[in-house]
């Protein structure tokens, strides 16, 4: 069984700063792009950013720059650094990845989320 676990959320003020954390673990072989997803009340899941196992990233047009996001991948971890937080922002945060357990396939696996609240 595989788990992402995301940590770091909070409240802060806007135009303040966050780092969300997640970790996975459990039976890996291999993990390739891992990213950073949210869902505000009342509105879709969208993609904030991802990353590849080479370090090659994609941004929502919304986030860059901004946000930052990085990975290590001996730890199997990803990490999202959140600056100039705006009240929009506010959201659940999830962690996502693409893990392949030994001798096994791909698939993607979801964090159970972290809270992000930004106060005006």
């Known amino acids: 069984q595989v788990q992402l676990v995301e940590s770091g959320g909070g409240l802060v003020q806007a135009g303040g700063s966050l780092r969300l954390s997640c970790v996975a673990s459990?039976?890996?072989?291999?993990?390739?792009?891992m990213g950073w997803y949210r869902q505000a009340p009342g509105k879709q899941r969208e993609l904030v950013a991802a990353?590849?196992?080479?370090?090659?990233?994609n941004y929502a047009d919304s986030m860059s720059g901004r946000f930052s996001i990085s990975r290590d991948n001996a730890k199997n971890a990803v990490y999202l650094q959140m600056n100039s937080l705006k009240p929009e922002d506010t959201a659940v945060y999830y962690c996502?990845?693409?893990?392949?357990?030994?001798?096994?396939?791909?698939?993607?696996?979801w964090g159970q989320g972290t809270q992000v609240t930004v106060s005006s």
């Open positions: 996502n990845a693409d893990v392949a357990p030994p001798g096994s396939v791909y698939y993607a696996y």
């Open positions: 459990g039976r890996i072989s291999r993990i390739t792009t």
């Open positions: 990353i590849t196992s080479a370090g090659s990233t």
